[in-house]
């Protein structure tokens, strides 16, 4: 009886251990690691967060710190992105015109931006059948002598005591439909079909369009996002500098 040769083993390990070199090879190409630290400057004084041993050490997920979805120690390309993407160090005409590119496509826009809409399914048949006259949508004689297109004055931008055509059918159409307004956003749909975002290449609203607050008080600077995120998740923890006496437990003095 033959005995297998003793080579045998030795050459099967180095093929298992030559596939998965190869293998990781390849996924390394495809994935970035967790960086150890991050500086984070700032001119109250620079920060070095200590970032794999938050995820590391304290296991904490990806998703409790980035608005991202959830991924396990290795972050493939592009699930993450840095948090400036979205918090700059202050909204500028600089910030406006770059943001852009930096996100890995434009399917990120709407995690700050809102649904874009197209112009209103307004049945004016059906309006006829509602109203009392037609003036109880178009201005009454003293405006205009016979009721006519609202957008043969009100154009696309307000213009001294004219208002836009938005803000002008907007006011009218809120005299009967009430509830739709009081939904905010979220009643816009009554209305305005949906843009579909994925391929969409159009502007998006500017936010005072809709919203009186400044975009500050909308999307967080950097530094107040940063300084919400950290210092809430330490008091939480119950670990961790969180007060105003502990600014140089992150800060670095000058």
């Known amino acids: 009886m033959r005995s297998k040769p003793k080579a045998l083993p030795v050459i099967i390990a180095a093929v298992l251990l030559l596939a998965g070199s190869i293998v990781g090879y390849v996924q390394t190409g495809n994935t970035s690691k967790i960086p150890v630290r991050v500086l984070l400057k700032n001119k109250g004084g620079n920060v070095i967060f200590s970032h794999l041993a938050h995820q590391r050490d304290y296991q904490l997920e990806c998703s409790q710190c980035h608005h991202d979805k959830k991924v396990d120690g290795v972050v493939s390309q592009g699930d993450t992105v840095k948090c400036e993407s979205c918090h700059p160090a202050s909204f500028d005409e600089q910030y406006v015109s770059t943001h852009m590119n930096a996100f890995p496509d434009a399917s990120y826009c709407t995690r700050c931006h809102h649904q874009e809409y ?46 836009s055509m938005r803000l002008a059918g907007h006011e ?15 009643g816009c749909q009554s209305c305005h079909t949906p843009v579909d975002m994925t391929t969409y290449k159009g502007d998006y609203t500017a936010c005072n369009k809709c919203h009186n607050a400044e975009i500050k008080d909308l999307l967080p600077t950097r530094t107040d996002a940063f ?28």
């Open 172 to 186: 009218k159409c809120k005299t009967c439909h009430e509830d739709m307004f009081d939904a905010g956003v979220s």
């Open 227 to 254: 300084h919400k995120e950290c210092m809430g998740c330490h008091e939480e923890m119950g670990a961790g500098p969180s007060g105003p006496k502990d600014c140089n437990r992150c800060h670095i003095s000058k």
């Open 118 to 163: 197209q112009g209103a399914k307004f049945d004016h048949d059906a309006h006829q059948d509602y109203a009392n006259d037609c003036y109880d949508c178009h201005h009454d004689e003293s405006i205009e002598p016979e009721p006519q297109k609202c957008s043969n004055c009100h154009k696309k931008e307000s213009s001294g005591e004219l208002i």
